[in-house]
C-alpha cells in the first residue's frame, strides 16, 4: 500500500520530484480524469464493485478512506491518492512566533458569516506577522471584495491598506463601511475620554486586474483623489507591464513606505497568479500571500508560447512536464473532501440524485441538442431548487391530509438512488418512480428554459428515462471516486504554483500552509512567499 506523506516541498528539487509522482500516478487514469458526471451514461463509465457500497462510504472515498473488503488495486489507487496530496488539517499557529490570532470586534465582524470572520481573522494576524517581518507597513488587497480583510488589517493592525477589486459598487461598500467603523471607533474614544488618534482607512482601487490587458496598462494610468479622499483608477488604459502594479498604486507621494505586502483571500482564477508574479517582478513587494480560488476559471490557453501568462502552468518544471488540465479537471480540484465526508446519507443521497438528472439531462441535449453540446452548456443549480420545492409540496400535503410525520415520509422521498433494487420490490414502487419521472421532466424543462431551447415530447424524456434509470445507483461511485483526485489535482495546481517562486531566486521563502479550517473553508492553502534580502 501507498505511504502517507512521503513527499515535501522544501526546495524546487523536491517540489518537482513530488509534481512528477502525481503526473505519473494519474497518467494511466486521464479518461477518468478528463470525463464528467454528466457523460455518465453517454460514455457508460462506472465502477461495478462500488455499486452496492454504503452511502457513507462513498463520501468517504475522496478523503481517502478505504474498506478492507474492496479489491487490492481499488485500495491502492485511493491510498495512493492520499499519499500525493497535500495535508488540510489547520495550522498550528503557537508554531508562529509573535502571531495571534484574535477575535474580532462585533463592528468589524458585522456582515461576516461564520466562514469569513473565520478567514479573516486567521489571515489578517498572518498578513501582519508577514509584513512585520518584512518591514512593510502597506498592504495591497487583490481582489478586496467588499473591503473585509482590509479593514481589520487597518483598523484592528495599523496597515495602510490599499484594496483593489473589479467591481466599483464594491468599492464604494468598502469606503461606506470604512466610514462607519471609523466613526464608531471615534465616538467610542470620545465617550471614554481617550486620546484622539488617525485611523488608518483602507483606500480603495477599482481596476479589473483579473483582466490581464488592464493590469498591463496599470502604469499608464496614475492615480488620482476624488473629493472623498479616495483613490481609484482611469478606466481607459494603454499597455503597459504587470510587474509595475505596485508602482502605480503605491504612489511615493501619498507614503513614506516604500516597500509592501500583496495579500489576496480567494482570489479567483488567474488573479491568484497574478499576485505571483507582480511579487517577482516588483522590487517594492517583499512578500505576497496567496489564498486562491476557482481553478476552473484558470487559463490554459497559451501553454505552447514559451513566455505565456496562462494561469495553468506557471513553473517551468511543470510546463516542462507538458501538462494540461482541462475544465473538468479543475472542477475537480475544486472538490472538498471534508465537506464530503462530513455530509449524513440523505444528504449524499440527495447530492448523487442531482448528479444522475444532469447526467440524464445531458442524454437529452445529446440526441435531440448535439451542437449546443459544443458550447459546454451550463444550466445553473435549477435541480436543488425544484427538489427543494417537491420536498415543500409533500410536507405541505402531509400536514393537511394528516399524512406520515415530516421526518418520515419527506425524508423518505428526498431520493429515488437509495438501493434502487429494493425500491423497486417495495410497496411504494410506482409513487416513487412517478416521482422520480416527475422530477426529471421537470428538471429537463428547466434546463431546456434556460438554454433558449425548445421542449420536446414526453415521448423523447421517457425514452431517456427508462435507459437512464437502473443505472442511477451507479452515480454515486462514480462521482466518488472522481472526487478522490480533486485533492491531488488542487495539490499539483498548488505545487505548480509554488514551484514557480521556488525556481525564481535563491533569496526567497517560500510554502504552502493550510491556515483555515478545511470544513468551513476547503481552500485553505495559503503559499507564502518573502524576499530575504534586497
Given at each position: 500500500?501507498?505511504?502517507?506523506?512521503?513527499?515535501?516541498?522544501?526546495?524546487?528539487?523536491e517540489?518537482?520530484q513530488?509534481?512528477?509522482?502525481?503526473?505519473?500516478?494519474?497518467a494511466?487514469?486521464?479518461?477518468?480524469?478528463?470525463?464528467h458526471?454528466?457523460?455518465?451514461?453517454?460514455?457508460?463509465?462506472?465502477?461495478?464493485?462500488?455499486?452496492?457500497?454504503?452511502?457513507?462510504?462513498?463520501?468517504?472515498?475522496p478523503s481517502g478512506?478505504?474498506?478492507?473488503?474492496?479489491?487490492?488495486?481499488?485500495?491502492?489507487?485511493i491510498?495512493?491518492?492520499?499519499s500525493?496530496?497535500?495535508?488540510r488539517?489547520q495550522?498550528?499557529?503557537?508554531?508562529?512566533?509573535g502571531?495571534?490570532?484574535?477575535s474580532?470586534s462585533?463592528?468589524?465582524a458585522?456582515?461576516?458569516?461564520?466562514?469569513?470572520?473565520?478567514e479573516?481573522?486567521a489571515l489578517?494576524?498572518l498578513?501582519?506577522?508577514?509584513a512585520k517581518?518584512?518591514?512593510?507597513?502597506?498592504v495591497?488587497?487583490?481582489?478586496?471584495?467588499?473591503?473585509y480583510?482590509?479593514q481589520v488589517?487597518?483598523?484592528?493592525?495599523?496597515?495602510?491598506?490599499?484594496?483593489?477589486d473589479?467591481?466599483?459598487h464594491?468599492?464604494?461598500?468598502?469606503?461606506?463601511?470604512?466610514?462607519?467603523?471609523?466613526?464608531?471607533?471615534?465616538?467610542?474614544?470620545?465617550?471614554?475620554?481617550?486620546?484622539?488618534r488617525e485611523?488608518?482607512?483602507?483606500?480603495?482601487?477599482?481596476?479589473?486586474?483579473?483582466?490581464?490587458?488592464?493590469?498591463?496598462?496599470?502604469?499608464?494610468?496614475?492615480?488620482?483623489?476624488?473629493h472623498?479622499?479616495?483613490q481609484?483608477?482611469?478606466?481607459?488604459?494603454?499597455?503597459?507591464q504587470?510587474?509595475?502594479?505596485?508602482?502605480?498604486?503605491?504612489?511615493s507621494?501619498?507614503?513614506s513606505d516604500s516597500?509592501l505586502?500583496?495579500a489576496?483571500?480567494?482570489?479567483?482564477?488567474?488573479?491568484?497568479?497574478?499576485?505571483?508574479?507582480?511579487?517577482?517582478?516588483?522590487?517594492?513587494?517583499?512578500?505576497?500571500?496567496?489564498?486562491?480560488?476557482c481553478?476552473n476559471?484558470l487559463?490554459?490557453?497559451?501553454?505552447?508560447?514559451?513566455?505565456?501568462?496562462?494561469?495553468?502552468?506557471?513553473?517551468?518544471?511543470?510546463k516542462?512536464?507538458?501538462?494540461?488540465?482541462?475544465?473538468?479537471?479543475?472542477?475537480?480540484?475544486?472538490?472538498s473532501?471534508?465537506r464530503?465526508r462530513?455530509?449524513?446519507?440523505?444528504?449524499?443521497?440527495h447530492?448523487f440524485e442531482?448528479h444522475?438528472?444532469?447526467?440524464?439531462f445531458?442524454?437529452?441535449?445529446?440526441?435531440?441538442?448535439?451542437?449546443?453540446?459544443?458550447?459546454c452548456?451550463?444550466?445553473?443549480?435549477q435541480?436543488?431548487?425544484?427538489?427543494r420545492?417537491q420536498?415543500?409540496?409533500?410536507?405541505?400535503s402531509?400536514l393537511?391530509?394528516?399524512?406520515?410525520?415530516?421526518?418520515?415520509e419527506?425524508?423518505?422521498?428526498?431520493?429515488?438512488l437509495?438501493?434502487?433494487?429494493?425500491?423497486?420490490?417495495?410497496?411504494?414502487?410506482?409513487?416513487?418512480?412517478?416521482?422520480?419521472?416527475?422530477?426529471?421532466?421537470?428538471?429537463?424543462e428547466?434546463?431546456?428554459?434556460?438554454l433558449?431551447?425548445?421542449?420536446?415530447?414526453?415521448?423523447a424524456?421517457?425514452?431517456?428515462?427508462?435507459?437512464?434509470?437502473s443505472y442511477?445507483e451507479?452515480i454515486?461511485?462514480y462521482?466518488?471516486?472522481?472526487?478522490?483526485?480533486g485533492?491531488?489535482?488542487?495539490?499539483l495546481?498548488?505545487?505548480?504554483?509554488l514551484?514557480?517562486?521556488?525556481?525564481?531566486?535563491?533569496?526567497?521563502?517560500?510554502?504552502?500552509?493550510?491556515?483555515?479550517?478545511p470544513?468551513?473553508?476547503?481552500?485553505?492553502?495559503?503559499?507564502?512567499?518573502?524576499?530575504?534580502?534586497?
Amino acid at each position: 500500500m501507498a505511504e502517507e506523506f512521503k513527499y515535501s516541498c522544501n526546495t524546487a528539487s523536491e517540489t518537482l520530484q513530488w509534481i512528477h509522482a502525481i503526473i505519473n500516478f494519474i497518467a494511466p487514469y486521464r479518461y477518468f480524469l478528463d470525463a464528467h458526471v454528466v457523460n455518465f451514461f453517454k460514455d457508460r463509465l462506472w465502477v461495478d464493485c462500488l455499486r452496492k457500497e454504503s452511502v457513507g462510504n462513498l463520501l468517504r472515498i475522496p478523503s481517502g478512506v478505504v474498506q478492507d473488503h474492496w479489491p487490492g488495486s481499488l485500495k491502492e489507487f485511493i491510498l495512493t491518492l492520499r499519499s500525493l496530496s497535500l495535508s488540510r488539517e489547520q495550522a498550528d499557529f503557537q508554531e508562529f512566533s509573535g502571531m495571534h490570532i484574535a477575535s474580532l470586534s462585533n463592528v468589524l465582524a458585522q456582515g461576516m458569516n461564520h466562514k469569513k470572520k473565520h478567514e479573516v481573522e486567521a489571515l489578517s494576524a498572518l498578513v501582519s506577522l508577514v509584513a512585520k517581518q518584512v518591514g512593510a507597513r502597506t498592504v495591497v488587497d487583490v481582489g478586496a471584495g467588499q473591503g473585509y480583510l482590509a479593514q481589520v488589517l487597518a483598523f484592528d493592525y495599523q496597515l495602510s491598506v490599499i484594496a483593489i477589486d473589479a467591481c466599483s459598487h464594491h468599492g464604494k461598500i468598502t469606503d461606506a463601511r470604512a466610514e462607519r467603523i471609523r466613526k464608531h471607533y471615534a465616538a467610542k474614544m470620545r465617550k471614554n475620554c481617550s486620546e484622539q488618534r488617525e485611523f488608518s482607512v483602507p483606500k480603495t482601487v477599482t481596476c479589473r486586474v483579473l483582466s490581464s490587458d488592464t493590469l498591463r496598462a496599470l502604469s499608464n494610468s496614475p492615480v488620482e483623489n476624488d473629493h472623498a479622499g479616495n483613490q481609484h483608477l482611469s478606466q481607459k488604459c494603454s499597455v503597459s507591464q504587470p510587474s509595475r502594479l505596485a508602482e502605480d498604486i503605491l504612489p511615493s507621494r501619498s507614503y513614506s513606505d516604500s516597500t509592501l505586502v500583496i495579500a489576496g483571500l480567494h482570489a479567483c482564477g488567474d488573479l491568484s497568479v497574478t499576485m505571483l508574479r507582480t511579487f517577482l517582478e516588483c522590487d517594492k513587494a517583499k512578500a505576497v500571500i496567496s489564498v486562491g480560488c476557482c481553478y476552473n476559471l484558470l487559463s490554459e490557453e497559451a501553454i505552447d508560447i514559451a513566455d505565456s501568462c496562462c494561469g495553468f502552468p506557471v513553473s517551468q518544471g511543470v510546463k516542462s512536464a507538458g501538462v494540461m488540465l482541462d475544465k473538468s479537471a479543475r472542477d475537480l480540484a475544486c472538490q472538498s473532501a471534508d465537506r464530503w465526508r462530513g455530509l449524513d446519507e440523505h444528504a449524499g443521497l440527495h447530492n448523487f440524485e442531482l448528479h444522475a438528472l444532469r447526467a440524464a439531462f445531458q442524454i437529452v441535449l445529446f440526441r435531440h441538442y448535439p451542437n449546443i453540446l459544443r458550447e459546454c452548456p451550463t444550466i445553473g443549480r435549477q435541480g436543488k431548487a425544484l427538489r427543494r420545492q417537491q420536498n415543500q409540496r409533500i410536507l405541505e400535503s402531509n400536514l393537511h391530509h394528516g399524512g406520515p410525520s415530516e421526518s418520515g415520509e419527506a425524508r423518505e422521498s428526498v431520493s429515488f438512488l437509495h438501493e434502487y433494487s429494493s425500491i423497486q420490490s417495495s410497496k411504494n414502487c410506482k409513487s416513487r418512480a412517478v416521482d422520480g419521472y416527475s422530477l426529471f421532466v421537470k428538471f429537463c424543462e428547466s434546463g431546456l428554459g434556460r438554454l433558449h431551447l425548445p421542449h420536446l415530447e414526453d415521448t423523447a424524456y421517457s425514452a431517456v428515462w427508462r435507459e437512464s434509470e437502473s443505472y442511477f445507483e451507479l452515480i454515486g461511485p462514480y462521482w466518488s471516486l472522481r472526487a478522490a483526485l480533486g485533492p491531488v489535482l488542487e495539490t499539483l495546481i498548488l505545487l505548480d504554483r509554488l514551484l514557480l517562486l521556488q525556481e525564481y531566486d535563491s533569496d526567497l521563502e517560500a510554502s504552502l500552509l493550510p491556515i483555515f479550517n478545511p470544513v468551513l473553508s476547503p481552500r485553505n492553502m495559503a503559499i507564502i512567499a518573502k524576499k530575504i534580502r534586497k
